[in-house]
C-alpha cells in the first residue's frame, strides 16, 4: 500500500512538473489600455462616438493620445462642434492615429508620419523631447496588443 501511494505522489508530481503552464491572459488592446490608464476618459468616449472603438482595438495602430487634462484645453464650442459632426470627429481622431507600430525610437527618426486621416503629421525632435504636430510626447511606448500609444499633451488638429 505504501509503496502504491508513493507511485501516486511521484507520478502526480512528474504530471504536474511536466504540464503546460495556463496560458497568460491576453495583452490588452489599445482601447482597453487606454480605459485602464484613466487619463483618457475623453479620447476613449469621442472614439466612440465616433465609431472608431471597434477599429482602434483590432487593427495594428500607433496612438498619439491626448490626455483629459489636453482636451481640457479645447475650447467647449469645439468640442461640442465635433460631437454634432461625426464625420469631424472621425477626421480629427484619425489625424492622431497612425497605422502600424511606430516605437518611440523610429518615430525620433521621422519628420512626419501618414495618419489614417490621409494627411501626414509632422514630428520634430529637439534632444530628448519629441513633438507631434506641436504636441508635446510626454509619455512613449505604452505598449498594447494591437499597437502602441504615445501620450501627448495637446489635441492634434489637422490642417484645413
Same mark, same amino acid.
Given at each position: 500500500?505504501?509503496?502504491?501511494?508513493?507511485?501516486?505522489?511521484?507520478?502526480?508530481?512528474?504530471?504536474?512538473?511536466?504540464?503546460?503552464?495556463?496560458?497568460?491572459?491576453?495583452?490588452?488592446?489599445?482601447?482597453?489600455?487606454?480605459?485602464?490608464?484613466?487619463?483618457?476618459?475623453?479620447?476613449?468616449?469621442?472614439?466612440?462616438?465616433?465609431?472608431?472603438?471597434?477599429?482602434?482595438?483590432?487593427?495594428?495602430?500607433?496612438?498619439?493620445?491626448?490626455?483629459?487634462?489636453?482636451? %481640457? !484645453? @479645447?475650447? &467647449? *464650442?469645439?468640442?461640442? $462642434?465635433?460631437?454634432?459632426?461625426?464625420?469631424?470627429?472621425?477626421? +480629427? #481622431?484619425?489625424?492622431?492615429?497612425?497605422?502600424?507600430?511606430?516605437?518611440?525610437?523610429?518615430?525620433?527618426?521621422?519628420?512626419?508620419?501618414?495618419?489614417?486621416?490621409?494627411?501626414?503629421?509632422?514630428?520634430?525632435?529637439?534632444?530628448?523631447?519629441?513633438?507631434?504636430?506641436? %504636441? !508635446? @510626447?510626454? &509619455? *512613449?511606448?505604452?505598449? $498594447?496588443?494591437?499597437?502602441?500609444?504615445?501620450?501627448?499633451?495637446? +489635441? #492634434?488638429?489637422?490642417?484645413?
Amino acid at each position: 500500500m505504501r509503496r502504491l501511494a508513493l507511485v501516486l505522489v511521484l507520478g502526480a508530481a512528474c504530471v504536474a512538473a511536466t504540464a503546460r503552464p495556463a496560458p497568460a491572459a491576453a495583452k490588452p488592446n489599445v482601447v482597453q489600455v487606454a480605459v485602464k490608464a484613466g487619463q483618457f476618459k475623453t479620447l476613449v468616449m469621442l472614439a466612440k462616438k465616433a465609431g472608431l472603438a471597434g477599429a482602434l482595438s483590432t487593427k495594428t495602430v500607433t496612438v498619439f493620445a491626448p490626455t483629459d487634462a489636453a482636451f %481640457a !484645453k @479645447v475650447p &467647449k *464650442a469645439t468640442l461640442n $462642434a465635433l460631437l454634432a459632426d461625426k464625420a469631424k470627429l472621425r477626421h +480629427v #481622431l484619425l489625424y492622431h492615429v497612425v497605422a502600424g507600430r511606430v516605437p518611440s525610437a523610429k518615430a525620433a527618426t521621422l519628420s512626419s508620419a501618414k495618419t489614417l486621416a490621409g494627411q501626414s503629421v509632422p514630428i520634430a525632435v529637439s534632444g530628448t523631447t519629441v513633438r507631434v504636430g506641436g %504636441a !508635446k @510626447v510626454v &509619455k *512613449a511606448d505604452v505598449d $498594447a496588443r494591437n499597437g502602441v500609444i504615445h501620450v501627448i499633451d495637446r +489635441v #492634434l488638429i489637422p490642417p484645413a
